[in-house]
């Protein structure tokens, strides 16, 4: 029995068409029919959002959303097919249960989660989540970033230049050292086994994510198996800098 650590609603397959306007996908169910999903990716999904491609949609029942189906899946074909999570809505969501059940050992013994807390020099981010124990264990700042390009079995990010990762990295660094500052990569796809920083899209975003690394900051690549059922942890991939 597998231990899913999120499970999907029940999901309708179809046939990527195209994506435009970043929020929107037409898709051909199986059953023929056409319908315009919101695709909630503000990102340029490099590598996965080929027309033709397999997708699976969940549907909502709230008779207020424009559009009643989300693309949550889309399967891709870099080494053997592999499904890929394109929902950025849910990678939060699903590390906040891994934190809940310990699942990151590397973090240690926290006894509570807060979620978007406000950090920074200037006050106006928020991190993701921040985790606290029994002193003098030292509070835990942790940002997590939704990753799905990849070349071959190595997971990169970001996809695209990113001026609020930049920013990310830099507060966090700032932390350091009264504190701990962790950037965790949730990899969505469970076919990399190596996780290194996109120097070619952003020279910036891995030059910065270096200079973090020496001065303390720590990297969580985090691998998860992504399929229709559901999506489970299956460790860390290797960080290569």
Not at 182 to 200: H, K, Q, S, W
Request: charged share 25%; net charge neutral.
């Amino acid at each position: 029995m597998i231990d899913w650590l999120y499970r999907y609603p029940p999901l309708y397959s179809g046939t990527l068409l195209k994506r435009y306007k970043r929020f929107f996908a037409d898709i051909q169910l199986d059953s023929g029919e056409i319908v315009t999903a919101h695709c909630p990716n503000t990102g340029p999904m490099t590598g996965v959002s080929t027309t033709g491609s397999k997708v699976q949609l969940s549907q909502s029942d709230n008779p207020k959303r424009k559009l009643a189906y989300t693309l949550e899946l889309i399967q891709v074909h870099d080494t053997e097919p592999t499904w890929v999570g394109v929902n950025t809505a849910l990678p939060n969501r699903i590390v906040k249960l891994a934190l809940e059940k310990h699942l990151f050992p590397q973090l240690g013994d926290y006894s509570q989660i807060k979620s978007e807390v406000v950090y920074g020099q200037d006050k106006k981010s928020r991190v993701d989540f921040y985790l606290t124990g029994k002193d003098p264990e030292p509070p835990i700042y942790l940002e997590v970033k939704n990753t799905t390009w990849s070349q071959s079995t190595r997971a990169i990010f970001p996809d695209t230049e990113t001026t609020r990762g930049q920013k990310h990295l830099r507060e966090l660094t700032a932390l350091l050292p009264q504190t701990r500052a962790v950037m965790l990569y949730f990899i969505n796809r469970g076919d990399c086994t190596e996780f290194a920083p996109g120097d070619v899209t952003d020279p910036i975003y891995g030059k910065l994510l270096r200079e973090g690394i020496a001065q303390g900051l720590e990297v969580l690549p985090c691998r998860f198996d992504i399929l229709p059922e559901g999506v489970r942890y299956l460790g860390l991939a290797k960080l290569s800098i």
